[in-house]
Structure formats: C-alpha cells, structure tokens
C-alpha cells in the first residue's frame, strides 16, 4: 500500500513537472545555432557583469522634517584671512535676540596675505572644484559619500618663509550661538560690552590703514566633517578701496547625514554675496567690514544612503538571462524562416508523383490519372495488382 502510495504521489509530481526532458535522438544541433548560442551567453556575461557595478553602486535618499529641536547651540566654524593687522580688527556674533556671543573660541592669528605656491595650487582646485559644483549641484551626493578623504579639507601650511611683513590676520576657531538668526561680523576696532547696543572701539584706527580684503578658507556650519566643502569655502575678494563693505545672506538647514562611512549632524547652507563701497558723500551709508548674516531654516533634511536589495539583484540577474534567451531564440527562428522562404526551400503539403512501370503498362505512357483524395479501400475479392498511384496536387 505504501508503495502504490509512492508511486501515485512520484508520478503527480512527474505530471508537475515544467522542464520536460528530450531525448537526445530528437535534438538536432546546427551551426547556426551554436553561433546565436555563444552570443547569447556572451550578452548576458556582459550584462552580468554590468549589473553587478549597478548593484554596487549606492545613493542618497533624501528626506524632509520639521526641525523640533530649538533648545541646542549651533557651531560656528571660522577660518578666515583678512589683510589687516589683528590689533585693527575684531570679530563676534549678534543675534537676532540683540544677545552678542563671547569670541572666546576665536584665534588672532598674524599672517602674510599672499600665499606661497602650494597654497595658491590648492586654493586653486578648490575655486575649480566650486565651480563644478555650481553647474552640476549632483556632485554632492559624491562629496557625500566618499567625503574626499584623500583631498586636503584645510589650507596646507607654508613651506618658505615669506620676506614681506606679517600685514595680515587669520581668524580661525569656532563659536557657539543660539540657533536664532544672527550676524556674525569681522570690523574694524575690537568689540566692547555696550549697555544700549552693540560697539567696536574704532576711533583710534586710521581709515587709510582699512582693507577688507579677504580669503574664506573655512566656513561651515554644526559638526566639523573631514573633506566636505562649503558654499564659501575658497572665496576671495579685493577690496578696491579702503571704505567697503562685504555682506553675505546666508540661509542654513539642518541636515542628520547617515552613510556607510559616517553618522553626523551637520548643516548644509546657501548663500548670496552683495558688496558696494562705503561713502557718505554719495549716500552710501553703512560701517565697513564683513557681514555674514545667517537665518536658519525651520525644515530639517535627512539625508540617507541607500542600497539596492540583494532580492531585487537576482530578479534582475534572472530577467536579462532569460530576456536575452528567449529574444535570441526567437531572432534565430526568425531568421531561419526567412532564409528557407527567400531560398525557396520552404515546401509545405506538396507531394510529388512517382513514376511506375506497371502503371506505365495497364494505362499506356501518355494516360497518368491522377487521383485527388484518400486512396480507396483494397478490395479483397479483385485480385492483387502491383499496380500503384501516389496522390498527387496539380
């Protein structure tokens, strides 16, 4: 009994089957066809091959929230080069709330304006690099993703010693402030606690020794990443007289950045620059200087790294194997009926007749009667004749 059981239940699953197997004495192999068979499995190689740098290959999702968190402080990082002696200038935040922010964290820094020949080339690629960046705003996701860990995220110290004074201040550090609008400046004379507002003490500084001239190596907003590169990083500007004034709107937006490589919080911004020249006398009014002044966006971006799912690889995978077998098998047939038909081999239906000499004899050479339809039923009392018609289609 349980072998009838076996048997039933092995012959269903043989009627189950989806593969029927040929025998090899019914399979006829031709040139041709070994031939679209290599290319056929040369295509679906190459597209395997292909596809697996597709599976590779990963992007950035991104996604928008509103930013809840109004509580935490905001980092400042600063590098800045200004061509004027540090005793002349001074740098702090005023924000929105009419609260100035202590510049503690800020360094004063003499320096010569002019850079030596490494730091030219590398201020340089870096103008190049913002350039691209403008015209294709997707090399971002690359700046994401690899956060250029071979490239130098900093100006490279000098290597010569330069001959000329040391005219010029770099500003570097970073500061804390409260995640309201603000406006972080660099003016001339150093800032002193006001009761009624915000001051610098300016009258002992000369107006011809004004230049606001300025390199931006560095600016970015909340946590410091190694290798990413900034709206303003790489800006430099001449000031063509001494009176003049720099400003730049800028707009931040909170972004949590989730890679294969790192996890942070950070803050993309954009930026719009404006300068003019300070004169009374003409109406221009206004303090000479640099103006950055930040408001911060109420959105939060998340931006997340994504992969295809190893499922969806092999359903690809399998889609150009058999995409690709069963075009080339139907090209292959096509191709084939079309040269049997141009080559006039293609017959169908068609049957010739022989040619018998008994035949020959009973109806004479000249009278061939062909018979159109099923051969008619021996008759078994007439006497057997060798006599024999093939049918025949005129």
Known sequence: MRRLTKKKALHLVKGLDAFPKVPDSYVETTASGGTVSLMAFTF??????????????????????VDKDFKSKLR??????????????????????????????????????????????????????????????????????SLMKDSPSSLPPRE????????????????????????FHITVGKAIPHPRGHAHLAALVSHDS????????????????????????????????HNHMFQYFITIVP??????????????????????????????????????????????????????????????????VGGIFSTTGMLHGMMGFLLDVLCCHFQLGLYRLKEDPLLDQHAGKDNVIPAVGPSPLPNTHAPSSPLILEESVS
């Open 44 to 65: 679906m190689l190459i597209l395997a091959f292909l596809e697996f740098f597709v599976y590779r290959e990963t992007w950035m999702h991104y996604e928008y929230e």
């Open 76 to 145: 400042l990082n600063v590098d800045i080069t200004v061509a004027m002696k540090c005793q002349y200038i001074g740098a702090d935040v005023l924000d929105l709330a009419e609260t100035m922010v202590a510049s503690d964290g800020l360094n004063y820094e003499p320096v010569n304006f002019e850079l030596s020949p490494q730091q030219r080339f590398w201020h340089m690629t870096l103008q190049h690099i913002q350039e691209r960046l403008r015209e294709e705003h997707s090399l971002q996701h690359v700046l994401f993703k």
């Open 160 to 183: 010569d010693h330069p001959s000329a004074p040391q005219a010029a201040c770099r500003i570097h550090g970073h500061l804390y402030v409260n995640k309201v609008a603000g406006n």
């Open 210 to 241: 004004y230049n606001f001239s300025h390199r931006i190596d560095h600016l970015s907003f909340g946590e410091k990443l190694h290798g990413t590169i900034n709206p303003l990083d790489g800006t430099e500007k001449i000031s063509p007289d």
């Open 255 to 320: 972004t949590k950045l989730n890679t294969y490589q790192i996890a942070a919080d950070t803050h993309q911004y954009s930026v719009t620059e404006r300068e003019r020249p300070i004169n009374h006398a003409a109406g221009s009014h206004g303090v000479s200087g640099i103006f950055m002044k930040y408001d911060i966006s109420s959105l939060m971006v998340r931006v997340t790294e994504q992969h295809m799912p190893f499922w969806k690889f092999l359903v690809r995978l399998c889609g150009i």
